[in-house]
Nanobody
Framework: QVQLVESGGGLVQAGGSLRVSCAAS????????MGWFRQAPGKEREFVAA????????SYADPVKGRFTISRDNTKNTVSLQMNSLKPEDTAVYYC???????????????????WGQGTQVTVSP
């Protein structure tokens, strides 16, 4: 089992940058695929990005490709999401997630992650 705690959310103007991070408990962090999801008001939670166990593979949702970068540090049990060129439509609660995924990487966007953080609010003003 792993516990996840997000940090780094806040308010930023459109075009700006923000970095959200997630700290994970436990000694088997490298056995988990890590992901970021977001949920805007009135909308369903959606996949944003994922990173493989060693960090060698990543996956991004189309709306954030080229603007967001996911990274992890297995020595510090952390995963981060660097968000650049932010848009008002990026406003949402951002959730960190973990899963001991062992399937095909092509399926990662559809994987129901098992462990979730409490979320951190990101607000982008026009």
């Amino acid at each position: 089992q792993v516990q996840l705690v997000e940090s780094g959310g806040g308010l930023v103007q459109a075009g700006g940058s923000l970095r959200v991070s997630c700290a994970a408990s436990g000694r088997t962090f490298s056995s988990y695929v890590m992901g970021w999801f977001r949920q805007a008001p009135g909308k369903e939670r959606e996949f944003v990005a994922a990173i493989s166990w060693s960090g060698g593979r990543t996956s991004y949702a189309d709306p954030v490709k080229g603007r967001f970068t996911i990274s992890r540090d297995n020595t510090k049990n952390t995963v981060s999401l660097q968000m650049n060129s932010l848009k008002p439509e990026d406003t949402a609660v951002y959730y960190c997630a973990a899963d001991q995924f062992r399937g095909s990487w092509w399926d990662i966007k559809r994987t129901p992650f098992k462990y979730w953080g409490q979320g951190t609010q990101v607000t982008v003003s026009p």
